[in-house]
């Protein structure tokens, strides 16, 4: 049997006739996954089963070993940080933590440490004693993933805890939930930002439609990335004589021209047809205004992945 921290078998979720996840089964490792997909993916609603806050329609998961359904002791052993706030405006950042360790069983004085610990650990010791109605988008961030780590849970559920932070946040929370790992913590992180991952692990799981598309190393997301047909936009003045020139070049299997000075070209090599443009353009004394790729991103993998 593998070390699988969670593990899901044929696992259903529907609420009348919408079906949130389908039929999904697959094996999570210790250290940090990232769980991939776009709103709606079905990401939140399989954390909340894996937390416990929500039972399957059918299937079955285990973390850890265990049912997470109504199982206090699994509920004491795993963190959670939503994606939506969920504070009292009026409590200050250190109420709230201590609150919600009481609520876990610990004393007042274990509540106390264990709170001044988590928001020492988030960076949130300066604020802590001001009413959370003022904080910035970033430190609500921080003191969601303090109360999901103040009573020192083994395995965290962080649903998008890098959305609306500034760059500089951003890599101050990956250097953190990085840090949980080298603990021995395991941690499932969701995003719907591909970079936003790469930045925190190699192990992905991708979501779509509430299906399982894809699991394993993130270079092999790269690489489908890297294959499935672009289609690149090109804004020129010239934009026939372009067309012409590139539609006999080996990287363009297709050039059409949907408007005035533009192009849309699909390549199955896009790496290399950026590297010709440039050098296309010159050959031809012609000014390329703007290049951009409506493809290059997640989504389009998810489309690819699912429709061919």
């Not at 052993?77 to 919600?100: I, K, Q, S």
């Not at 650990?121 to 969601?144: E, H, I, P």
């Not at 499935?228 to 934009?239: D, L, M, Q």
Request: charged share 30%.
């Amino acid at each position: 049997m593998s070390d699988a921290v969670i593990r899901a078998d044929r696992l259903n979720k529907w609420y009348g006739s919408v079906i949130a996840l389908n039929d999904v089964s697959l094996e999570i490792p210790p250290g940090i996954t990232g769980l991939l997909g776009p709103n709606g993916a079905g990401k939140t609603t399989f954390m909340r089963i894996a937390i416990g806050l929500l039972r399957p329609s059918s299937g079955a998961v285990e973390v850890a070993g265990e049912d997470p359904w109504n199982n206090l002791a699994h509920n004491l052993r795993t963190g959670y940080c939503p994606e939506h706030d969920g504070f009292y405006e009026w409590m200050t950042g250190r109420a709230f933590v201590r609150w919600l360790l009481r609520l876990r069983g610990r004393s007042r004085a274990e509540a106390r440490d264990g709170a001044h610990r988590a928001l020492e650990r988030v960076r949130l010791l300066d604020a802590a004693d001001r009413a959370v109605g003022t904080y910035s988008r970033g430190m609500r961030q921080r003191l969601k993933i303090a109360q999901a780590l103040a009573h020192d849970a083994k395995l965290l559920f962080l649903d998008e805890p890098l959305t609306g932070t500034d760059p500089l946040v951003r890599a101050e929370l990956i250097d953190l939930i990085r840090s949980f790992e080298r603990e021995g913590r395991s941690v499932l992180v969701s995003s719907h930002v591909l970079h936003e991952i790469e930045a925190l692990t190699r192990s992905i799981v991708l979501f779509h439609r509430g299906r399982l598309v894809a699991t394993g190393d993130i270079h092999e997301i790269r690489s489908l990335i890297d294959r499935h047909p672009h289609s690149v936009s090109v804004r020129s003045s010239r934009a026939r004589e372009l067309a012409a020139a590139l539609v006999r070049d080996e990287t363009v299997a297709e050039v059409s021209i949907p408007a005035e000075r533009s192009l849309l070209v699909r390549t199955r090599r896009p790496d290399e047809f950026y590297g010709r443009l440039p050098q296309i353009a010159l050959e031809l004394g012609c000014e390329v205004e703007e290049v951009s790729s409506p493809d290059d991103n997640l989504e389009a993998v998810f489309r690819y992945l699912t429709e061919r």
